[in-house]
Nanobody, 125 residues
Framework: QVQLVESGGGSVQAGGSLRLSCATS????????LAWFRQAPGKEREGVAA???????RYADSVKGRFTISKDDANNIQYLQMNSLKPEDTAMYYC???????????????????WGQGTQVTVSS
């Protein structure tokens, strides 16, 4: 069973930083593609960042240059470092896993079957 546990959310002022963590089992970490999504109230869930099986990272245009996705292979954790946060980054952030997601669509919702419970990020102006 795939389990994804997010942590690290919170409330910060604009310009601040947060680091989100997604912890999972070694099997899931090694076998699945992991990504970060977010959903703001009244909006659709959108892909934020992911690392493809080839190790390359993909980012939504809205977060490029501010967010960095990384992996801790020793501890089976995927991180999302979020800098220069803006009020529009306010959302519930989810870690998701896909058995397969082509690199061209790695931030597309339809490839992901497993979801964590989410962690709330609130950015005030």
């Amino acid at each position: 069973q795939v389990q994804l546990v997010e942590s690290g959310g919170g409330s910060v002022q604009a310009g601040g930083s947060l680091r989100l963590s997604c912890a999972t089992s070694k099997y899931t970490y090694d076998t699945y593609s992991l990504a970060w999504f977010r959903q703001a109230p009244g909006k659709e869930r959108e892909g934020v960042a992911a690392i493809g099986r080839d190790g390359s990272a993909r980012y939504a245009d809205s977060v490029k240059g501010r967010f960095t996705i990384s992996k801790d292979d020793a501890n089976n954790i995927q991180y999302l470092q979020m800098n220069s946060l803006k009020p529009e980054d306010t959302a519930m952030y989810y870690c998701a896993a896909a058995a397969f997601a082509p690199i061209s669509h790695i931030l597309s919702l339809e490839w992901y079957n497993y979801w964590g419970q989410g962690t709330q990020v609130t950015v005030s102006s």
